[in-house]
């Protein structure tokens, strides 16, 4: 299992007291992870759990991980979640749903999930979310993305005809300059027929081929642009109207001006070279940090 695996379920690392009887099975950075941090995870008898077996290195695994965001997120933003906090967000998104705690552990989709399940997971996303802020509101970051990717920021309302060839567009273009109207055209001979009227919507304008995407940022408003070649063919276009967030918008809420494919990228790379940096070791007798593999080998 890749290392970025884990943060699709990634879960929170709870303190668990010391002693023989709860031995350590792994640290990373110095702080100790105990058996009982893992077997709180499920409803079953301790004695059933072997410490060597696959889902026990696999919610090892996850915990180590979930550590390892913890301790960077502090580190390198200053920001630390209580467990005050997890309890008032779980309580928050079961008011919003009109879910019971049972509820929300049953649809976890595990006869023998627990409480503390539920509550790591919520941790994990909440350490996700604030990680996922701190990184896009770092000047050096919107700055570099406003001057040199403005098509990963800039919103476009766009309409389109696309045609097989320049002659065709050329034609479509003359009937649009004696004043026929855009989405009849677009009816009659574009091929893109799944854009009625060939209206696009608004999105960044990133999503679209390179060359379609910078013609978005300059042509004139409200102005047929064209023809443009990409791989599809020619496209007159329309843009009707282009936002481009300010840096001070891009900070206030980048979860919302930002595409989630970026941030989410951004995010990545950041906690892989968490991962690559955190001293990590696991217990022999659990078996061997691998975090390029399966996270964790199997002893032997």
């Not at 079953?44 to 410490?51: F, S």
């Not at 999930?113 to 996922?132: N, P």
């Not at 980048?254 to 991962?275: I, K, M, R, Y």
Request: with cysteine; net charge negative.
């Amino acid at each position: 299992m890749p290392k970025l695996a884990a943060l699709v379920a990634v879960l929170a690392l709870a303190g668990a007291a010391c002693g023989t009887a709860d031995p350590i099975v792994a640290t990373v950075d110095g702080r100790d992870i105990h058996q009982s941090a893992v077997l709180e995870l499920r409803s079953v008898p301790e004695d059933a759990v072997r410490v060597d077996s696959a889902e026990f290195r696999n919610e090892l695994f996850n915990l180590i991980a979930q550590q390892v965001l913890a301790g960077a997120l502090e580190d390198d933003f200053g920001i630390e979640i209580t467990p005050g906090e997890v309890e008032a967000e779980l309580a928050a998104r079961l008011a919003e749903t009109g879910t019971t705690e049972e509820q929300a552990i049953a649809s976890l989709q595990d006869d023998n999930a627990t409480r503390e399940r539920l509550l790591r997971i919520v941790y994990s996303g909440l350490l996700g979310e604030r990680a996922t802020v701190a990184l896009a509101t770092r000047p050096e970051f919107i700055d570099q993305l406003t001057a040199d990717e403005p098509e990963v920021v800039t919103t476009v309302c766009v309409r389109h005809i696309l045609v097989a060839t320049e002659v065709e567009a050329q034609q479509a273009r003359a009937r649009l300059d004696d004043g026929e109207e855009f989405a009849a055209v677009a009816a009659d001979v574009s091929l893109d027929t799944g854009a009625p009227g060939g209206d696009l919507g608004c999105s960044v304008a990133a999503r679209y081929v390179e060359e379609f995407a910078a013609a978005t940022l300059v042509a004139p408003l409200d102005t047929v642009f064209g023809p443009v070649e990409t791989d599809f063919g020619f496209h007159l276009l329309i843009v009707d109207d282009r936002t481009e967030p300010t840096a001070e918008t891009i900070a206030a809420d980048p979860l919302s001006t930002l595409p989630a494919d970026l941030l989410q990228g951004e995010f990545n790379n950041w906690f892989n070279d968490q991962v690559d940096e955190a001293d990590v070791t696991v217990m022999s007798r659990v078996g061997t940090w691998f975090p390029e593999g399966p996270g964790i080998l199997p002893p032997g």
